[in-house]
């Protein structure tokens, strides 16, 4: 398990960026079409405002850009230096990894855009009571 604190935290489980202490998300399930993206509208345990402004993860999919990017390159590596495929099967595993994994790129982007602008405070109750 990951130790609360850590962004990579928040990024690797969908947790609130605050205060690690509940998902973001309604709906475990990310390959569910309902639930891929569809976020609580608040932490129950810190009230953070997880759109804080609208259009506010608009600017995940410059963050989706990039991870998809390296995903790309991985599924790559994977097909033509480990597996020894041709480029043409490398190319066809290359678009099967990255339609797969479209659920799990839009969720970290997501998680990733957020903990650029929210960090971790060990002291949110404090939060709370002002």
């Not at 569910?32 to 600017?59: A, D, Q, R, W």
Request: hydrophobic share 40%; net charge positive.
């Amino acid at each position: 398990m990951l130790k609360k604190g850590l962004k990579i935290n928040s990024i690797l489980t969908g947790s609130c960026p605050r205060c690690h202490q509940e998902s973001m998300y309604t709906g475990k399930n990310l390959y569910h079409p309902s639930y891929t993206i569809k976020m609580n509208e608040k932490c129950s345990h810190c009230g953070l405002h997880y759109v804080m402004e609208p259009s506010f993860f608009y600017g995940s999919m410059y963050v989706s850009y990039a991870v998809g990017v390296a995903f790309g390159v991985a599924s790559f590596i994977i097909f033509y230096f480990f597996l020894k495929t041709n480029l043409k099967t490398a190319f066809i595993g290359i678009c099967l990894t990255l339609l797969l994994a479209m659920p799990l790129i839009m969720r970290i982007s997501r998680n990733i855009w957020i903990n650029f602008f929210v960090s971790y405070d060990k002291n949110w109750k404090s939060i709370l009571k002002k």
